[in-house]
Structure formats: C-alpha cells, structure tokens
C-alpha cells in the first residue's frame, strides 16, 4: 500500500499559484497517482492523473519526479472558487483491493480575497 | 453533473428505523462503490460492487446492508444504525472496479442523521 501524506492545510490568496506536494514513498511501479477535489457537502471531483514527468489539462497541472516518491498538484491564478480540500491517491491498475483506494485526509485549501 | 444520482439527499431516521439510500449511475461503468464520510474524518470505502457481484466488504456492519439489482443501481439497507453513524454518504463509480488509473465518478452523497 502506497500511503500518501499531504499538508493538512493550505491558505492562498486569489490570483496566486497553489502548489500542493503529496508524498508517496512506498509508490509501486505499476501505481498512478491521481488528484481529486471535493467541496463541502459534495462528492470528490477527479482533476488530474499521472504517472511520471509533468501532466497539464485545463485546471491544473501535475508535476512527477523521476523517483515518483513525491508528486506536486499545481493550481494556477486561484479563485475563491477553488477553496475545497484536494486529495492524492495512488493506485495500480492491475491489483485489486480495498487497500488500492484510500483517501487520506487531503489538504484543505483555503482561497482569500 | 457527473453522472451519478443519489436519493435522499438528506435522511433523519431513528435508531429502529429502516431506510435505503439509492444510488444511479448513467455511465455504463460497470463497478459501483458506496463510502462513508464522517465529520473531518476521510472517506472510508464500504462496499464494492463489479457487475452487479460484491467484490469486497470492508468489515463494514451488518447494519449496513447493500445491494445491486443491475450495473447501475446500488442500495444501502439501513437499519438498527447509531447515531455514530450519522455522516454523508456517498456512491461512485468507475468503469473497472478497484483500478489505479480509473477516475471515480461521485455522487452529491446522503446527507443522514441518526437520532
């Protein structure tokens, strides 16, 4: 099981990049890592995922060391809106298991005027 | 929208009630997945379900009892539940079970409050 660890909390101000680095030492070399946001009340939303280098779409974009034992979600020019608590989770696609899916207790991100 | 519904969005129930939350999905996935949330706690995985076969059961008690007619609709028998059961429910799913690289496709979750 790869166990991920991310700051508990994060605060930005609008406008600012937001980099949110989750740690994944035991990453397998079949895992994915793969971000998800969740807003008070709701279901996690998915944003983004990867495996190694950098991977961009059009809301964010993930950064992968070449070691994979860490990974960076990086959140351009934040708005308010982006407040939510931001999840990473590793998973292989070829293991099944309830060990595969575990949410940790994500940052939360707090975006101020 | 994402493709998944969830009804009730919010339950009261008593400790010798019974309900169910009720869970579609529109995807054509064929996995389906219930979690529990509670307050500040992270998202805990219940049930597991791959065409319409429960896959895992992560020791969950018997007081949540779940159940999948077909590849979209999951349900989760309540009864006899605690108040320490009280927390958001929610129902997603994805198109192979379990698998690293697929994205979850969540619901907006059941609000419920055991008294």
């Known amino acids: 099981l790869a166990k991920t660890t991310q700051p508990i909390s994060m605060d930005s101000y609008e406008g600012q990049e937001v980099n949110i680095t989750c740690s994944h030492n035991n990453i397998a070399t079949n895992d994915y890592i793969t971000w998800y946001q969740q807003f008070p009340s709701q279901g996690p939303r998915f944003i983004i995922q990867g495996y190694k280098t950098k991977v961009t779409n059009e809301v964010a974009s993930l950064f992968i060391p070449a070691d994979r034992k860490s990974s960076t979600l990086s959140l351009p020019r934040v708005s308010l809106s982006d407040t939510a608590v931001y999840y990473c989770l590793v998973g292989d696609p070829g293991i099944t298991g309830f060990q595969k899916l575990v949410f940790g207790t994500g940052t939360r991100l707090l975006v101020s005027p | 929208e994402t493709g998944v519904t969830q009804t009730p969005r919010h339950l009261v129930m008593g400790m010798t009630n019974k309900k169910s939350l009720k869970c579609e999905q529109h995807?054509?996935?064929?996995?389906m997945y219930w979690y529990k949330q509670s307050a500040k706690k992270p998202l805990e995985l219940m049930f597991v379900y791959s065409l319409e076969e429960r896959v895992e059961n992560n020791s969950v008690p018997s007081r949540f009892s779940p159940e999948c007619p077909n590849s979209s609709h999951l349900f989760l028998h309540l009864h006899t539940l605690q108040p320490e059961d009280s927390a958001l429910y929610l129902c997603a799913s994805s198109q192979t079970p379990l698998a690293g690289d697929n994205e979850q496709f969540f619901g907006p979750g059941t609000r419920l409050t055991v008294l």
């Open positions: 995807l054509g996935h064929n996995a």
